[in-house]
């Protein structure tokens, strides 16, 4: 071969690369071009932007902050942090040690926890770190010294230089793991150097901090614990080393106080029972401010006013959930399958009988208490004070009041309870008081034939007062909506109930306080079995006369209420199979662990996920991509109502392929574009502590340099990010209506000053064991108060048009391969635990979003359950917001026209299963296009998705002459750039490659 030859091999190779090359930088535009939101959310870019006609401010910025500054609602952000803590920390013993002496300035502080506390849970709502925006975190040593009390060096030293924190979970998204054995971290003090000589001069105060972790995709379980002594039990329990850590500051220090870190209730009988302790305060997860509040609560500062939001028992196993709280999985799940899916990729592996029905938390201790002492038949061997440290609701202060029932009038027409409450400091100090209001509700041979059950007392309303000096009274209403008592009979109404027969209104400092006020005024005494006597001063009774199948039998939208989840019950599929707790005999129904069952054959169908066949042939009437000689853009629908007239034709200039994709394909930030409509890319926030998540600070997406809330680009704040509140059971545990509705409002000032219009909290399901691994963001095991605290959040955050997204909805319990779990429980449980806690955010609140659960409801995916979703949320609660699902963990389980007929806004999905010889290729936008049902469900979800958007902060900046305009970014330049270069060099290599063969062609002629 020639020269020439040879160059050509040389050009023709270098083609061949280019158009490698230029074939590489195509597909990766087109994959980055899919993953859009990924890429802008990492570099801080946008891909669209909004360009406007110049308008007045009050045009432009419908919704105002409070804050004039960043540095203002910084501020705000410390302050509030500080005031939920003061008030949500409980001080669950004091002999009179608390509050610390002025005298009293040097302590010890003992514990890995002291020195690496806990402010958040793992993953979803953990503590931000603003280091860099120049406001760190205020440690437990930091409150303290500003306090003006020295922390003991040389235990300080020790414990940092031993590298140790509190142990942590180990979460998985993998189906078939999520648990695995606790490990407590607590050194011996011996192991680290610590001696009594270095607590000489520090002798005063020792502090003792107890911390147990939580995280998102994890759970304890209670004989998954490694404890080096032996000595912990559970996880839940004190180990050796914390118990010794105890026994050495009582050796050591004159004055003992013991912090309990932790969002999970914990085992603190050994700290109520050791004399040596001489006091014990609950702070939970303070977030990044809240240590504040819990030293000035140590100084006397404050008087502390928190109650518990969960109940303390001596042992956390003894619940009667815990049966059946475990590893669970379908003995036959091998032959669960799909075409070439099995039960890992349908998320067909495990489930949970909730056997215990109603009777979670203090309404198991409590209601199986009042039948021990009214002596019922089948109570068996019961004894509430060997088994409860501390009830739901209690809390003690550092003055005392005197809370007096006024008045409780029932007005039974409007469905409304207030009660009046007077309550007096007849204490020394200043403090705030909290007044609970408890209804016992009769248990009738109705409730006994139609399997009804009946708690003896729930919480049914609360208030707070101000600050009050001694001798100061104030008088607190509490309005009570009587749905909230009504009974779900699922039997033979199949409706909510309202029993005839006395119904006892009571206050009192706990539940157990307010359930012996009711023993008292029905005459019981400590002589039937009491603890202690109760007051009937603080009792109303009103009576019921006759039974009631019809008041309570329609929502407040007049929708008829009626069994909406009889499949979420094993017995719907297997008939006898659970027996439920019923207190008609508690020993006979006790629980029993049902381990090993198998599925039937029907329930395989649903397990198996996909119900629904598409229809190829119907007659599709519905219109899109209809374009409009006048075009309605989403600019022009801002603030538009619900029915306003213009949204059909508005709506059918959607392209059937933008309009599938904006369900199906939303990105993990659900911020496609629209442009067929002008819609622009938006972003959303998860976590209940606040805007956080994936770098939404201050400023991230507030790009209108127009703007009161743009914050130029050298603004250190600018880095600032939100998530630096309380944990969720901190804030309920304030039992204070305006904390909560504050909370809501900073975050909803968080929105406007990022830019984020859409926060996936609070988080609302239950406690329903104190092991489920993500109990830090939800609130209580009680529903009424998650609902009350739920709804103030709610209140608060939309004011300012934040659209707020409750979550897990519903039925997250347990993290144990949530993706697919399936919750088997009957619908009075489903409607009185979980979905009450729910309610009031949605039917009172006005709720406009939320995000659904990984689990199952019954066997059927929350997405695709249609009873749940359209009958009780947009049925019966007037929901027209916007569902968007968790993460599509495990595209064969999450399916798209299943979660498009249950109305799903948005798909948290970032791939494209649609494309062929993906999972979602069946339902791709040609075989969709001709199912007339799912055309409707498409319109309808499409309806909900931009009303709720064209009345929220997203619409700040925007007016009629807002276009959307595509911006070509630096990472699009540059992907342009290298396709346009590609495709220069891999022109001119097969120019070159031309060139020399003709030359090569010349040259051969020329030799011949």
């Not at 909900?944 to 807002?962: I, K, L, R």
């Amino acid at each position: 071969m020639n020269k020439t030859g040879k160059r050509q091999g040389v050009y023709r190779g270098l083609a061949a690369l280019m158009a490698l090359f230029l074939t590489i930088s195509i597909g990766g535009g087109m994959i980055a071009n899919n993953f859009s939101s990924y890429i802008d959310n990492f570099l801080g870019t946008t891909s669209w932007r909004l360009e406007t006609e110049a308008a007045s401010p009050e045009e432009m910025y419908n919704f105002t902050s409070d804050y004039s500054t960043a540095r203002e609602l910084v501020d705000g952000l410390i302050d509030l942090g500080r005031k939920v803590s003061q008030e949500g920390s409980v001080l669950l013993k004091n002999d009179g040690a608390l509050p610390l002496a002025s005298s009293e300035k040097k302590v010890t502080l003992f514990g890995v926890g002291a020195y690496s506390p806990i402010l958040g849970g793992a993953i979803g709502s953990s503590a931000s770190n603003n280091d860099e925006a120049g406001v760190p975190n205020h440690s437990l040593i930091d409150a303290l010294t500003s306090a003006g009390i020295e922390v003991n060096p040389a235990v300080k030293t020790a414990y940092e230089e031993s590298g140790i924190a509190p142990g942590q979970l180990s979460p998985s998204f993998m189906p078939g793991s999520g648990g695995g054995s606790f490990t407590i971290t607590e050194p011996a003090l011996s192991a680290i150097g610590v001696t009594s000589a270095n607590v000489a001069g520090y002798d005063e105060v020792g502090i003792v901090v107890i911390s147990r972790p939580s995280s998102e995709a994890a759970d304890y379980f209670p004989s998954d614990v490694t404890d080096e002594t032996g000595v912990a039990k559970t996880p839940l329990s004190f180990g050796g080393n914390e118990l010794a850590a105890i026994d050495f500051a009582k050796e050591t220090c004159k004055k003992v106080i013991v912090l309990v870190n932790s969002s999970s209730a914990m085992e603190v009988e050994p700290a109520k029972q050791d004399t040596g302790v001489n006091a014990i305060l609950w702070i939970g997860f303070p977030g990044n401010y809240g240590f504040d509040g819990v030293v000035d609560i140590l100084t006397g500062e404050v008087s502390p006013s928190g109650h518990l939001s969960d109940t303390y028992p001596v042992d956390s196993t003894s619940a009667p959930a815990m049966v059946n709280y475990g590893k669970f999985d379908w003995a036959n799940g091998d032959t669960i399958t799909r075409d070439s899916y099995n039960n890992t990729a349908l998320r067909a592996i495990s489930y949970e009988v909730e056997a215990e029905g109603i009777y979670t938390g203090y309404r198991y201790y409590e209601t199986r208490y009042a039948d021990k002492v009214n002596n019922v038949p089948g109570v068996g061997e019961f004894d509430y004070t060997a088994q409860m440290s501390y009830p739901f609701g209690y809390g003690l202060s550092y003055t005392t009041f005197t809370q007096t029932l006024k008045s409780v009038e029932w007005d039974y027409g409007k469905k409304t309870v207030t009660a009046v409450v007077e309550v007096e400091n007849t204490g020394s100090v200043a403090g705030k008081d909290v007044v609970q209001v408890y209804v016992q509700t009769p248990y009738t041979d109705y409730d006994k034939e139609n399997l009804v059950e009946k708690s003896a007392i729930q919480l049914i309303g609360f208030g707070k007062t101000q600050t009050l000096q001694p001798g100061a009274k104030e008088t607190v209403t509490v309005e009570i909506d009587a749905k909230y008592f009504a009974s779900y009979d699922y039997k033979n109404a199949k409706t909510y109930i309202m029993d005839a027969g006395d119904y006892y209104f009571a206050i009192g400092m706990s539940a157990h306080d307010a359930l012996n006020n009711v023993l008292a005024s029905q005459g019981k005494t400590t002589e039937n079995g009491m603890d202690y006597n109760g007051d009937a001063s603080k009792v109303s009774v009103k009576n019921v006369e006759k039974l009631d199948t019809t008041t309570f039998a329609k929502s407040e939208n007049g929708t008829a209420i009626t069994n909406q989840l009889e499949d979420a019950d094993l017995n719907y599929w297997m008939p006898g199979t659970v027996t439920y707790l019923s207190r008609q005999d508690w020993t006979g129904t006790w629980p029993k662990a049902y381990t090993g069952l198998s599925a039937t054959d029907d329930m395989k169908v649903e397990l198996e996920n996909r119900t629904y066949e598409i229809s190829t042939t119907d007659n599709v009437t519905t219109e899109w991509g209809v374009k409009l000689d006048d075009p309605i853009y989403f600019s022009q629908m801002k603030n538009a109502t619900y029915d306003d007239p213009r949204w059909e034709t508005f709506l059918s200039q959607i392209t059937w392929e933008e309009a599938v994709a904006t369900i199906i394909y939303s990105g993990v930030n659900f911020d496609n574009a629209v442009p067929s409509i002008e819609f622009a890319a938006w972003q959303a926030a998860d976590g209940p502590n606040g805007i956080n998540t994936r770098g939404r600070s201050l400023g991230a997406y507030v790009t209108d340099t127009n703007s009161p809330y743009y914050m130029a680009e050298d603004d250190p704040l600018r880095s600032y990010t939100c998530g630096t509140m309380a944990s969720s059971p901190v804030v309920a545990s304030t039992f204070s209506h305006e904390l909560a509705e504050a909370f809501g409002k900073i975050v909803g000032n968080e929105s406007i000053w990022t830019g984020v219009p859409a926060w996936w909290a609070p988080g609302s399901n239950l406690h329903r064991v104190a092991y489920c691994g993500r109990v830090h963001e939800y609130f209580s095991e009680d529903p009424m108060l998650s609902n009350y605290i739920s709804a103030d959040i709610v209140t608060g955050g939309q004011k300012y048009g934040l659209v707020v997204g409750s979550k897990h909805f519903a039925f997250n319990d347990m993290e144990y391969n949530r993706s697919g779990l399936a919750s088997l429980q009957n619908e009075q449980a489903a409607r009185e635990n979980d979905l009450r806690s729910f309610q009031g955010s949605y039917e009172d609140a006005g709720c406009m979003g939320m995000m659904s659960a990984f689990n199952r409801i019954g066997i059927r995916h929350v997405n695709h359950h249609l009873g749940l979703m359209q009958g009780i949320l947009r049925g019966e609660w007037g929901f027209n917001g916007i569902v968007q699902t968790d993460m599509v963990n495990g595209s064969d389980y999450f399916l798209p026209v299943e979660s498009i007929l249950g109305v799903i806004n948005y798909m948290s999905n970032g791939t494209n299963h649609t494309e062929e010889g993906g999972s979602w290729e069946y339902a791709n936008y040609t075989k969709l296009a001709n199912d007339a049902k799912v055309n409707a469900a498409v319109r309808e979800t499409l309806h909900n998705t931009f009303y709720t958007f064209a009345n929220s902060n997203m619409m700040m900046g925007v007016n009629e002459t807002t276009r959307l305009v595509p911006v070509m970014n630096v990472w699009r330049t540059a992907i342009l750039a290298c396709q346009i270069g590609f495709g220069v060099l891999t022109a001119l290599a097969l120019l070159a490659f031309l060139i020399a063969g003709a030359k090569a062609r010349k040259e051969r002629k020329e030799e011949q």
